[in-house]
């Protein structure tokens, strides 16, 4: 595809199975690609060949994760209801009740995303994917037979995969992933956590939430680093005064297991070599691309350095116009609405490719580009941060507003945090925002709609919010800025 949108068309031959599209992958940003690819008239084929239907976010991801949370947010509620005048006793957790409510909810949203996989729109093949050329796939079934697909165009969605760095003896001593988590029947008195990104994060506040004894070693100097540091910081301080120990700045060198059996997690830091022991260990140091099983380089597709695969603003496959990308496996960010953005953007655009629809292709843009995480505080963000406007030298004023000076926040006794809006010097429209505090992943979408219809500060200012309400913390920012 050239930058005027000329799509060209490579000839195949008949195989076991010949589609108009394939998407590789069945989570959401699959099943997007694949639900738009139908309503074009598109012969369409899916290819998944998971133990299970949906996708990491329903499965392994976002549903669980949020399901575990908020029992620990409730845990976390009778065990400060003291401060509101209230007498309860937290009694400990049932991590089998825990996994079965769990269990009972995904098993429904997993179940209607397999209804949709298999209500006879597109074809459904339960096996694995790799390239044997740009235009062909060897997929093998679950049942061990082997099938050839070949396509016009395909759209790749497969997704992400745990990363486990090679640290000396972590393999022997034994650990816990998310996955292990998420579908856990026990709950450790103590626990290490490795990382200090969104997950690692999310599941030391679930732990620490239902009285587990929690530490955190994070290699960078702070956690949560795709954040602004003011915005991280209040994530450490909150963690640290729940009484999670906070390690920043660290090289883990190694993991042992002592002889009461506890596991050891040996690390450097700015003091010097140090240790922490707990009853588990945690691997969250991240997750990287699916891509080892597709055999990219049969089809001539690219990798960065960060191995996801190199895609165009269209989701297009740098070098390969007819095969596109979408999700965690070309990125930006590891989030479910941005994949099913991509995957309806890839789904049209591979359509007006073969049917020579005239006209620009639709591109993706992240200038609403949206991330949650669900500490204690949570946080929201939207647009660009303040370390991505300085690093594109954007021209842009900043103004926040504490929650502890926020009468809604001071009620609900909720004070760490604060808002944050950035705005473009020149045009004061909004161009970034940040929640961090109490329902941040709620209060965020505020300005996303803003930002949607390019707002400025000052017509944020004038909008009129109830009295009171969390929301009307966004006001006070908004007015700083329409007054400079």
Not at 58 to 83: F, H, Q, V, Y
Not at 292 to 300: D, R, V, W
Not at 358 to 369: H, N, Q, V
Not at 431 to 448: C, D, F, K, Y
């Amino acid at each position: 595809m050239n930058n005027h949108g000329d799509f060209s068309f490579i000839p195949i031959t008949m195989s076991d199975y010949t589609y108009d599209l394939v998407v590789i992958g069945g989570g959401s940003g699959g099943y997007a690609a694949a639900r738009s690819a139908h309503s074009h008239g598109l012969k369409t084929a899916v290819i998944d060949g998971a133990d299970e239907l949906g996708g990491l976010c329903i499965l392994r991801g976002c549903m669980p994760s949020k399901t575990l949370i908020e029992s620990a947010n409730r845990a976390r509620i009778i065990r400060d209801a003291k401060s509101f005048g209230l007498t309860a006793t937290y009694d400990g957790a049932d991590a089998t009740a825990i996994r079965a409510r769990k269990r009972a909810l995904i098993g429904d949203f997993a179940g209607y995303r397999q209804g949709q996989l298999e209500d006879g729109r597109f074809d459904l093949h339960r096996g694995y994917a790799k390239f044997t050329s740009p235009h062909s796939l060897e997929v093998s079934l679950r049942d061990g037979s082997l099938i050839t697909v070949t396509f016009r165009s395909a759209i790749i969605a497969a997704g992400s995969t745990i990363s486990i760095p090679p640290i000396d003896g972590l393999q022997q001593t034994g650990f816990l992933t998310s996955d292990d988590v998420l579908d856990s029947d026990s709950i450790p008195k103590s626990i290490i956590v490795l990382g200090g990104g969104a997950i690692a994060m999310e599941l030391a506040h679930y732990y620490e939430g239902l009285g587990v004894k929690t530490t955190v070693i994070q290699r960078s100097p702070h956690i949560l680093k795709s954040c602004d540091p003011d915005v991280a910081q209040v994530v450490e301080e909150a963690s640290r005064e729940r009484g999670i120990d906070l390690f920043t700045g660290t090289k883990i060198t190694s993991v042992t297991r002592d002889e009461d059996g506890l596991k050891r997690v040996h690390f450097d830091s700015r003091h010097g070599p140090q240790f922490a022991a707990a009853e588990e260990i945690l691997c969250a140091l991240g997750r990287k691309p699916n891509t080892k099983p597709l055999n990219l380089e049969a089809a001539g597709i690219h990798t960065t350095p960060s191995g996801h695969i190199a895609v165009e603003p269209t989701q297009a496959c740098v070098g390969q116009p007819h095969l596109f990308a979408v999700g965690d496996i070309c990125g930006p960010l590891e989030v479910v609405h941005l994949a099913i953005e991509q995957g309806e953007i890839a789904a049209d655009n591979a359509h007006a490719m073969l049917s020579g629809s005239a006209g620009e292709p639709r591109t993706f843009s992240d200038r609403l580009k949206l991330f949650g995480v669900f500490t204690e505080p949570q946080i929201g963000m939207v647009g660009l941060t303040e370390k991505e406007a300085q690093s594109a030298n954007i021209p842009y004023d900043a103004a926040s507003y504490p929650f502890n000076d926020h009468g809604k926040s001071m009620v609900m006794g909720e004070l760490h945090g604060f808002v944050k809006l950035l705005a473009h010097r020149d045009t004061q429209q909004i161009i970034g925002g940040a929640a961090v505090g109490p329902h941040a992943s709620e209060l965020i979408h505020e300005v996303v709609v803003a930002m949607r219809f390019h707002a400025t500060a000052e017509q944020l200012a004038t909008t009129p919010h109830y009295h009171p309400t969390l929301s009307e913390i966004w006001t006070y920012p908004a007015e700083d800025l329409a007054d400079l």
